[in-house]
């Protein structure tokens, strides 16, 4: 792959990274703008993640009859034109179609990419190119929820459109041509999770996005009714935690190249656990600045090692693993966050926060049992 290519995938999960954390914090406005209840207006949540789960299922297979740049062109268009008319909504109920559609579109770069890094770099190097990709995705996370607080919606979904643009432009002149094909169009989704060592990774991804989620979802609400904070103060408690995030991604990928995707999980996973664990005893929230890193350090951490250690999968799954990694994550999450709501409106915070991180530490503590950490080396 050249580095021009990366470049361009760079951008890419800049690009469609933009706006999705942004939307939690932009309901109200929107919901004022539209002059509907908050509530109505939350179905814009999922009504990105719902489509994003399902249809990441179908590009990554596409792959065996279409060239990878042709996919990636045509979803970036979709993309840019589902995001515009997003932001020229004149009615809710516009806004949620194109919201979906945006889900729909958005869910074909990460398979995409994957693929293309599994089947072009050499394995010593992969993890520093997935750390280098999802840290970019978490700087647009931060930025996005910066900006959501100084532009109007509106704008903070025309700057997709921008640089989608800029995306299409530089991939059709620039990106490579990948050519993946020489097999007939199919999915074989029973024959990859049927693979002992795929089964089990995704189990693995299933239950970090479950538990992951259901804590992350509600940290806000947690801070703001144990220690009365401002929306100030939780805000910026939140950028500590995404720049931390930023950071690690990009180092995760650095350290897995050299010891290895698993142990790095295993540390990630660590790092989460002990995060819950002391939480529930710092009285002061200035902690809370420095305690927050270890839950979004621990996360990126395990989320890059595992990433990396998806794109060296064999062959024969990769295809289908990259795009069923995708749908787990977000379907997974968006129920975790679920349960994790019903959980604290029948038992409280504490029981979840003790749940998470017995469910980390467990994780941690199993994961070189459970996932073979040979991948890394085919």
């Given at each position: 792959m050249s580095k021009r290519s990366f470049a361009i995938f760079c951008l890419s999960f800049f690009t469609v990274s933009f706006g999705v954390a942004a939307m939690a914090a932009l309901i109200p406005s929107i919901a004022a703008y539209f002059n509907i209840d908050q509530d109505s207006t939350l179905k814009l949540t999922w009504l990105y993640m719902l489509p994003y789960g399902v249809f990441a299922l179908f590009w990554a297979p596409l792959t065996r009859v279409v060239k990878v740049k042709k996919l990636f062109l045509i979803a970036t268009v979709g993309f840019c034109l589902a995001s515009l008319f997003f932001s020229l909504s004149q009615s809710i109920n516009q806004a949620f179609i194109f919201r979906f559609c945006m889900g729909c579109f958005g869910c074909s770069?990460?398979?995409?990419i994957l693929?293309?890094?599994?089947?072009?770099?050499?394995?010593?190097?992969?993890?520093?190119?997935?750390?280098?990709?999802?840290?970019?995705?978490?700087?647009?996370?931060?930025f996005s929820v910066f900006l959501s607080g100084l532009l109007h919606w509106k704008f903070i979904y025309l700057i997709?459109?921008?640089?989608?643009?800029?995306?299409?432009?530089?991939?059709?002149?620039?990106?490579?041509?990948?050519?993946?094909?020489?097999?007939?169009?199919?999915?074989?989704?029973?024959?990859?999770?049927?693979?002992?060592?795929?089964?089990l990774f995704f189990m693995v991804?299933?239950?970090?996005?479950?538990?992951?989620?259901?804590?992350?979802?509600?940290?806000?609400?947690?801070?703001?009714?144990?220690?009365?904070?401002?929306?100030?103060?939780?805000?910026a408690i939140f950028t500590v935690a995404?720049?931390?995030?930023?950071?690690?991604?990009?180092?995760?990928?650095?350290?897995?190249?050299?010891?290895?995707?698993?142990?790095?999980s295993r540390i990630g996973f660590f790092l989460m656990g002990v995060f819950t664990l002391i939480i529930l005893f710092i009285q002061n929230y200035q902690m809370l600045f420095f305690v927050v890193i270890l839950w979004s350090s621990g996360w990126a951490l395990t989320h890059v090692g595992l990433s990396a250690h998806l794109t060296s999968?064999?062959?024969?799954?990769?295809?289908?693993?990259?795009?069923?990694?995708?749908?787990?994550?977000?379907?997974?999450?968006?129920?975790?966050?679920?349960?994790?709501?019903?959980?604290?409106?029948?038992?409280?915070?504490?029981?979840?926060?003790?749940?998470?991180?017995?469910?980390?530490?467990?994780?941690?503590?199993?994961?070189?049992?459970v996932i073979d950490r040979r991948l890394r080396y085919e």
């Open positions: 770069f990460v398979p995409l693929i293309t890094i599994g089947k072009t770099v050499p394995a010593v190097k992969k993890a520093k190119f997935i750390g280098i990709l999802f840290s970019l995705s978490y700087a647009s996370t931060f997709p459109v921008v640089l989608s643009f800029f995306v299409f432009v530089f991939g059709l002149f620039f990106l490579e041509d990948f050519d993946f094909r020489g097999d007939k169009f199919k999915i074989s989704y029973v024959k990859t999770v049927k693979d002992r060592e795929a089964f991804i299933i239950l970090a996005s479950f538990i992951y989620h259901s804590l992350q979802q509600r940290l806000g609400v947690y801070l703001s009714q144990t220690y009365s904070l401002k929306q100030v103060l939780i805000s995404t720049m931390s995030a930023i950071l690690f991604q990009l180092l995760g990928g650095m350290f897995s190249s050299r010891f290895g995707n698993i142990k790095i999968f064999p062959d024969r799954i990769l295809r289908d693993a990259a795009s069923l990694n995708s749908a787990l994550r977000f379907s997974f999450g968006g129920l975790g966050a679920l349960v994790g709501g019903f959980l604290v409106s029948l038992v409280g915070f504490k029981v979840l926060f003790g749940i998470v991180g017995v469910g980390a530490i467990t994780l941690g503590c199993c994961l070189n049992k």
